[in-house]
């Protein structure tokens, strides 16, 4: 296809004449980017127009067929290639909340919903036709987006508070040394507020539109540090007399976007009328090109250009650069020189505000992200910096060392955002959909994982065979199979925009979009080695042990080999707890930091290498010990319910329990562990830390004793356990927390589940665009603009 071809469908589409099998085959072609080198000289705007008209022209025909019109090559094409893109979405998010109603497709206003009174404007589609007039599902999302933000704020802070992030540390050293008369505290964990009261202050801790769950805690830590006297915790200023403090201290800056909890903003508006000291004095804002995407596999050198070109991610808000040493980090490179874009003086008026830059090019590298420095000055000069990255709509192409890249940017004290207006940059179609794979790049950058299932099939291949990958992704075990000799190879994988990757990825193997355990073969086309890293934290929770039950029953030859040929689930009790690496005792914060209840089947994927404080308190059990290439009864027996008995270690206190997976690949003797889930104090020694954290799961308030006994039960996939005693009875506020967040997201779930089994693909893409507007200026709506908000906005409705 050409380009002039491409855009005479486009037209064709535009005029309501378009024809439904070639916008299927452009809809494809765009995303496979094979145009874009022709495409990208039409100029962004009518590229833009054109995407939305195709995406326009399938949605109707596609509602057409809902009402059995026949459009059977539209109804091929995988819904996701009708998700809107994310590009431009801050922008138009940002103009329709200020209503400027003169830039295109970004409001729809009332007199397009006759219905709807002015104050119920519909700011989430482009056209009428996109929602039929009936925005109801629009607004059940935004009432519902605003429950998660409410429960998800707390889980959030309780991760800061698990980090120790060193901002709040310097902040509050800074507060000490001015030892303030009276101070005001915006936001945060309440440490600056508890360090200041022991210090002699008078403190307010002032938490704007905080809910009652967190105004509680707060409170309680108060009360654990023993300045419940000295501290209140107020949700509004009317009853405060602004003048009368001495200094104020924005502790609720956030470590991924700086702007995420809105203390900027409430500053902004209350530094007219108070003559208190600020601290930080200061925020800057630098920005540097950089290559932050996965290009190649850790440790088996195969080249995933084709996944970084096709990688989406939580894009519409910037996410803190990991620290090092913990899970397997991608390690962003800086190509370009840095420039700064802002300088906020807090202690003078300041407002929004935009601005244009030059970036020029140090090294000859693939950009395709945003490094952005954060840095904040105190009075005594010692200051704090931090990092976090936004990706770019798609790669740029590689440029020059002296090259220079012109950057727009724009702040509305509520997060900050960039766009590069230079279409022909980009290496690939800036038209980014949402795919929630960021823990897929730290997967295929764990060189562990990535070696030992190699050396697995290296083992396995010794004298050739055929291969089937249970859920492939984008292919990486399937290409390391071919490259050890598998003279043929079938891969499985149910997500579509994975399974397109590796058709892409992989030529010469068959690729099957599916459902696995619909996948079967005769007996005699079956297969001799089967590979499966259907691996979670815990080793179950990937339904690791159904789909290889339905393999060995339907693709595998009896002699055939499985990888993992083996996989036992360990087991520990735990005494585990948040840092007190800020001198303020933060137990309040815990149970929203380990919410999960280990009797209900619910865990939490924690790294108990990084951030908690926990010792083990009792001994290590074998829960399961799974022998894939056993029979099935074998297999049935062992996943049979149980009592396990946990000695107690003296002196040792639990309230918590954890596993872990340690998986035989076949490359020792039977029963050894090749790889593993395990912490580090737990890990055999030949096998290497991997980017897999631990299941825990909570048991209550911590109690002591000689022994624990509970019984374990499992379907395959999750683990319930049952102790001889009943868990400590959790207050009412942590109950109601949990019940309104469980409500949210079992609502979200339903929302798009009713959109999709009724086939309504124009409205579920309404909802769809509605949620990247909300996830990319969470603050405008109300929302917290942090990944714990926008991750289980998204998650909800993207895959």
């Known amino acids: 296809m050409t380009a002039d071809a491409f855009l005479a469908v486009v037209s064709a589409c535009a005029k309501g004449c378009g024809d439904a099998k070639q916008v299927a085959e452009v809809l494809s072609v765009l995303e496979s980017g094979s145009l874009w080198p022709e495409l990208r000289e039409i100029g962004w705007e009518k590229l833009r127009l054109a995407e939305a008209q195709l995406r326009s022209f399938a949605l109707d025909e596609l509602a057409k067929a809902r009402r059995g019109h026949p459009v059977p090559a539209l109804t091929e094409v995988p819904e996701d290639l009708l998700r809107p893109p994310w590009i431009e979405v801050p922008t138009r998010a940002d103009a329709a909340f200020r209503k400027q109603h003169d830039e295109l497709e970004v409001l729809c206003t009332a007199d397009c919903h006759p219905e709807m009174d002015e104050a119920g404007l519909c700011w989430h589609c482009w056209h009428k036709d996109e929602c039929n007039g009936r925005p109801t599902e629009i607004k059940e999302l935004l009432e519902l987006s605003l429950r998660l933000s409410k429960s998800a704020s707390m889980s959030h802070r309780a991760r800061i508070a698990e980090e120790c992030w060193p901002y709040i540390q310097r902040l509050t050293e800074e507060v000490e040394a001015l030892a303030p008369r009276k101070l005001l505290v915006l936001g945060g964990l309440g440490v600056s507020a508890v360090r200041a009261a022991k210090a002699g202050g008078d403190v307010v801790l002032l938490l704007p539109d905080a809910n009652e769950t967190m105004q509680e805690v707060l409170q309680q830590v108060m009360r654990d540090n023993g300045v419940s006297e000295q501290v209140r915790v107020v949700s509004a200023v009317t009853s405060l007399d602004l003048e009368s403090f001495d200094a104020c201290a924005l502790e609720g800056l956030e470590p991924d976007g700086i702007f995420g909890s809105g203390v900027v903003e409430i500053w902004q508006k209350l530094q007219p009328r108070m003559r208190a000291k600020v601290f930080p004095q200061s925020l800057q804002i630098s920005v540097a090109l950089a290559k932050a995407r996965l290009t190649e596999a850790a440790g088996v050198k195969v080249e995933l250009d084709l996944f970084a070109d096709s990688h989406g991610g939580l894009a519409p808000i910037p996410q803190a650069v990991p620290p090092l040493d913990t899970g397997t980090p991608i390690v962003p490179q800086t190509v370009s020189t840095k420039s700064r874009c802002l300088d906020l003086r807090l202690d003078e008026p300041f407002e929004a505000t935009s601005g244009e830059l030059q970036l020029s090019i140090l ?354 996939v999750q683990i319930t356990w049952l102790p001889e005693e009943e868990e400590s009875v959790c207050s009412p506020l942590l109950d109601a927390w949990r019940q309104q967040a469980a409500e949210a997201d079992q609502k979200l779930r339903d929302l798009e589940r009713h959109l999709d089994a009724g086939g309504d693909v124009a409205r579920l893409a309404a909802v769809k665009s509605a949620a990247l507007c909300l996830s990319a200026q969470p603050r405008r709506f109300g929302l917290e603009a942090t990944p714990e908000v926008v991750s289980r906005l998204l998650k909800a409705l993207f895959v």
């Open 363 to 716: 090294e000859s590298k693939p950009v395709d992200s945003l490094l952005l420095c954060w840095e904040v000055a105190f009075e005594s000069g010692e200051g704090w910096s931090g990092e976090s990255l936004q990706a770019l709509p798609a790669r740029l192409e590689i440029l020059p060392a002296g090259h220079c890249v012109d950057l727009r940017w724009h702040c509305n004290l509520q997060r900050v955002w960039f766009e590069v207006p230079q279409l022909n940059l980009f290496a690939t179609a800036p038209l980014p959909r949402v795919f929630l794979l960021d823990w897929y790049a730290q997967m295929l950058n764990d060189t562990a994982r990535n070696v030992a299932f190699e050396h697995g099939l290296q083992r396995s291949l010794r004298e050739g065979g055929r291969v089937v990958d249970l859920g492939c992704g984008c292919g990486l075990l399937t290409r390391l199979a071919l490259r050890q000799g598998a003279s043929e190879a079938l891969a499985v994988e149910i997500a579509p925009h994975l399974a397109r990757l590796a058709r892409r990825m992989l030529p010469e193997a068959k690729v099957i979009c599916g459902d696995l355990r619909a996948v079967m073969v005769d007996e005699a086309e079956r297969f001799d080695v089967v590979v499966a890293e259907l691996l979670d934290a815990g080793g179950l929770g990937e339904k690791i042990v159904p789909f290889l039950r339905h393999a060995k029953s339907r693709l595998l030859r009896p002699d055939g080999c499985c990888i993992p040929r083996r996989l036992r689930i360990r087991s520990v009790l735990l005494d585990v707890h948040l840092s007190k690496g800020h001198r303020v005792d933060l137990a309040a914060w815990e149970p929203f930091w380990l919410p999960a209840r280990a009797s209900r089947g619910e865990w939490l994927g924690i790294d108990l290498d990084a951030g908690a404080e926990w010792q083990p308190a009792s001994n290590i059990i074998d829960l399961f010990d799974l022998n894939f290439e056993g029979s099935h009864s074998d297999l049935i027996e062992a996943l049979q319910e149980r009592e396990h008995l946990f000695e107690l270690l003296a002196d040792a206190d639990y309230n918590a329990v954890a596993w872990w997976f340690e998986a035989d690949l076949g490359i020792g003797e039977p029963g050894s562990c090749d790889l593993t889930s395990a912490p580090r104090r737990f890990r055999p020694a030949k096998c290497d830390a991997t980017h897999w954290v631990q299941a825990v799961a909570g048991l209550g308030r911590s109690r002591s004793g000689r022994s624990l006994t509970m019984r374990v039960r499992t379907d395959g």
